[in-house]
């Protein structure tokens, strides 16, 4: 009997969804909760798994395709399952042991699903048809594509013997080659034209809304930061959870959400069909831009107001590396009312950041560094932190976005003030 497998609704208000990369194809035999395909909705991607086992007869969809919620994605030959009283003792003995955690290690085809805990493994079906033929693990396979895709040529370099496969994902070697792999092709795209598609897709027709839509304005500083990393470092040594997740952004973060609280203008928006109104959340749900192998990512921590400076350190370590790794969901990257962008971990020191539809205003960043500063009529070398408002000058005036800037920057000129209640 053939089961038809339709897109679910994975979103609210889901309508459609893009498919990234398919993990079976048709002839494959599948398992149930067996991982079938990924796919892209407002920017998070999802894997689906198989509700049941069988054989793939068909999938509809090719990689980049947009499918709507209720069509049909892959049929399967759902498998005839035995009626138990023509199951032996023995054979029932030897299914219950089949279905316990085993550490054998598992055939090629299994280890092509989607295992939790494991990096996540990039690869066509074909790809994955070639892996299985020449006896390959393809979990263990560094891949030299476009954000650490695996190739047919890496499967056929490792079926060789020429490449060194990786032997577990939390080694240390696993983790320099994934971070070599990821610069050896940041930027890199094959000569000639390409669909926008996937995450860049989602982005660049929402850079495209905000730029057309909000008149930005942006207003640049720079501070002494050397009190702002000594308080990191006492805080870091407080016998706490979350302690050991605070770092600087974490501080600047505080400081961002105690502003909001003072001038609730910047954490509102311009709403309404023809912008007829100014909307203004009754709490600060606070979005964190991240750069991830497919693109800019922004999971949101929701009613970051309720959260002392170490739930929010530990909720910011957490949902980052959700995004990185690319595990964070539909439900995590909606609602933000305020962005942060920290591309100073990237090196940069200056950038003018675009607000996203939906939010008054968006603060960047920069890199840390010494620079000369004045302090008591001496020029000294300071860790000098730069940051960027960028604000709606539809909703936000000057005047409120200077004054919201510069509680950001005493709050982090002082930052025990971060440990007081107002």
Do not use: C
């Not at 759902?78 to 023995?90: F, L, P, T, W």
């Not at 905000?210 to 002494?224: G, Q, R, V």
């Amino acid at each position: 009997m053939a089961f038809e497998f339709r897109l679910p609704d994975i979103g609210e208000g889901l309508e459609d969804a893009e498919i990234v990369s398919w993990f079976v194809s048709p002839g494959d035999t599948v398992k149930r909760d067996q991982a079938l395909l990924e796919v892209l909705t407002d920017k998070a991607s999802s894997e689906l798994p198989s509700p049941v086992a069988g054989k793939v007869i068909s999938t509809n969809g090719e990689e980049g395709e947009r499918i709507k919620v209720g069509e049909i994605l892959i049929e399967i030959e759902e498998e005839q399952i035995k009626d138990s009283s023509d199951i032996s003792a023995e054979n029932k003995t030897e299914a219950l042991e089949n279905s316990k955690p085993s550490d054998t290690k598992a055939s090629n085809h299994e280890t092509d699903s989607f295992i939790p805990g494991l990096p996540k493994v990039k690869a066509s079906p074909a790809t994955r048809k070639l892996a299985r033929e020449l006896s390959v693990e393809i979990s263990e396979i560094v891949g030299t594509g476009p954000s650490g895709r695996i190739t047919n040529d890496d499967v056929k370099a490792a079926a060789t013997g020429s490449v060194t496969k990786e032997a577990s994902s939390s080694s240390p070697a696993y983790e320099e080659s994934s971070a070599a792999v990821s610069d050896l092709n940041l930027g890199y795209m094959e000569p000639g034209e390409h669909k926008i598609k996937g995450v860049r897709g989602v982005v660049a027709k929402n850079m495209t809304t905000s730029w057309a839509e909000i008149p930005h304005i942006h207003t640049l500083d720079e501070f002494d930061a050397s009190l702002l990393l000594d308080f990191r470092t006492r805080l870091q040594k407080v016998n706490r959870k979350g302690a050991s997740s605070i770092t600087p952004l974490s501080i600047i973060s505080a400081a961002t959400i105690r502003a909001l609280e003072k001038y609730p203008m910047m954490n509102g928006h311009i709403g309404g069909d023809s912008a007829e109104k100014i909307v203004i959340p009754s709490s600060i749900n606070l979005g964190i831009a991240v750069a991830s192998p497919s693109g800019l990512l922004v999971p949101v921590i929701d009613k970051a107001d309720s959260l002392d400076i170490f739930e929010l350190a530990e909720k910011i370590s957490e949902i980052v590396e959700l995004a990185r790794e690319q595990k964070i969901g539909a439900a995590q990257m909606q609602g933000a009312t305020f962005t942060i962008t920290n591309y100073g971990s990237l090196g940069g020191r200056w950038a003018l950041p675009i607000i996203s539809s939906g939010q008054a205003g968006i603060l960047g960043i920069g890199k840390i560094e010494e620079r000369p500063i004045v302090v008591e009529s001496k020029v000294e070398a300071r860790s000098t932190i730069p940051i960027v408002l960028g604000a709606d000058h539809r909703l936000i005036d000057g005047d409120v976005a200077e004054a919201f800037k510069s509680s950001i920057i005493s709050d982090l000129l002082e930052p025990l003030n971060l440990l007081v209640a107002e």
